[in-house]
């Protein structure tokens, strides 16, 4: 007997693309949809390949709803699986749990959400499938593997859990446990979320995280959206990954060493911004390109660097309606021989300016106040990686830099 079912997890319906709001309200609005187009394309593949059933581990929201739209969106997307009879089992994560969500939807009766007091065994007859899963009461960081039920001995056995296994980058510990915790249950398949990368964990038994449907900032890079699980006989045999985001961001990586004008710089994040847009396949793009390389455009790309980033955002817009620039950074050196003298330049002392200014007590100041005020913005992991001095250091630079480029122009 051969079937196959589709795991997602991570929907967190109409949760903002951040990055967008703030810098262009339409371009927000044409990607706020991004989401839900995501759910709708999880539902089509769900029916279109026949699958036996979907499996969604954890938060199908991303908290409380703003207004019961969201919910009666989500209601009326898994309708279709109901009247196509495709059974759904859903355990609630740490952005949806009881406790943190303040109402209920009535689904129709082929959608399961696993229970939270304890965890429970749903078993679907028809393909010999037991799925064992348990539900967020709140957002606990404990103990929680350990509650969940021994195998169901000549059925195939999907553990539906919602957690950091043994941690992920950019993720809070949610139900820590580890690849031997769970290789202990015995289980045929575990069906992961929270962790919004994509990783085949473990073939043997099968540890799989689909990763987050849809990507919401320009840390979600790339492809994304759900597993397809293909099962052969009681055993599963392969888990394919499933392209069905809305939308997608891409971190563009360019290097510029050696160019010497600008326009050359434009046509080279032209190229990588048109491979990513084709990458997309038609579907909204938001890209970050970080400039790097040594080159004497240096000083001149930090003075530029507003400007050219509109100018880049227009080109985008060339490209397609839904191709933005989401940020322009500039990660660029100057190249080891002298800087361009021009009169003005050579005028200054940029470096003494820059002293004085980094000596003045109220300047100072300010600058640990606005240091401080990035390091508690920071998500845990990358905090541990804040270094405030190598920071100021940066800022210092790029000021430098600025006043030089401000002064010399483009190089010639």
């Known amino acids: 007997m051969r079937f196959s079912f589709i795991h997602a997890a991570d929907l967190h319906i109409d949760s903002p693309l951040a990055g967008l709001g703030l810098k262009d309200k339409a371009v927000a609005e044409r990607f706020a949809q991004a989401g839900r187009r995501a759910v709708e394309a999880l539902v089509a593949e769900t029916i279109a390949s026949e699958a036996a059933f979907l499996i969604v581990a954890g938060d199908v929201f991303d908290g409380d709803w703003k207004d019961v739209g969201t919910g009666l969106f989500f209601v009326r997307a898994i309708g279709a699986l109901h009247r196509a009879g495709i059974p759904v089992y859903i355990v609630k994560g740490n952005h949806d749990a009881d406790s943190v969500m303040s ?50 001995d000549g059925w195939l056995n999907i553990g539906v859990l919602h957690t950091s296994l043994d941690g992920r980058p ?152 839904d191709c933005w620039i989401e940020q322009l950074k500039v990660r660029t050196t100057a190249p080891p021989h002298p800087r361009p003298s021009s009169p003005d330049l050579d005028a200054i002392d940029i470096d003494a300016m820059l002293r004085a200014a980094a000596t003045d007590p109220d300047f100072a100041a300010s600058l640990e106040r606005l240091a401080t005020e990035i390091e508690d913005k920071l998500p845990k992991d990358l905090r541990d990686q804040w270094r405030k001095a190598d920071t100021l250091a940066t800022i210092s630079d790029d000021a430098r830099a600025l006043l030089a480029g401000l002064l010399a122009g483009a190089p010639t």
């Not at 990588?272 to 040594?294: C, H, M, S, V, Y």
């Open 103 to 152: 109402r209920d939807l009535p689904y129709p009766d082929t959608v399961h959400v696993f229970p939270s007091g304890k965890a429970a065994t749903l078993e679907l007859e028809a393909h010999r499938v037991a799925l064992h899963g348990r539900s967020f009461p709140h957002r606990l960081t404990g103990d929680f593997v350990q509650t969940y039920p021994a195998r169901r």
């Open 170 to 321: 950019g993720h809070d510990g949610y139900a820590p446990c580890s690849v031997d915790d769970l290789r202990r249950f015995g289980y045929d398949y575990w069906a992961l979320g929270h962790i919004h990368a994509a990783e085949i964990v473990s073939r043997d038994p099968w540890i799989v995280f689909p990763g987050n449907l849809q990507g919401r900032s320009v840390r979600e890079t790339g492809p994304k959206g759900a597993m397809r699980v293909t099962v052969e006989d009681g055993r599963v045999i392969e888990a394919t990954p499933l392209a069905l985001d809305g939308a997608r961001w891409a971190h563009l990586d360019i290097d510029v060493g050696g160019l010497v004008d600008e326009a050359a710089v434009v046509a080279r994040i032209e190229a990588a911004l048109t491979e990513a847009f084709d990458a997309a396949d038609n579907r909204p793009l938001a890209a970050r390109a970080t400039l790097r390389g040594a080159t004497p455009l240096h000083d001149h790309l930090i003075a530029r660097r507003e400007t050219l980033q509109d100018d880049l955002r227009a080109m985008g817009f060339g490209l397609a309606e």
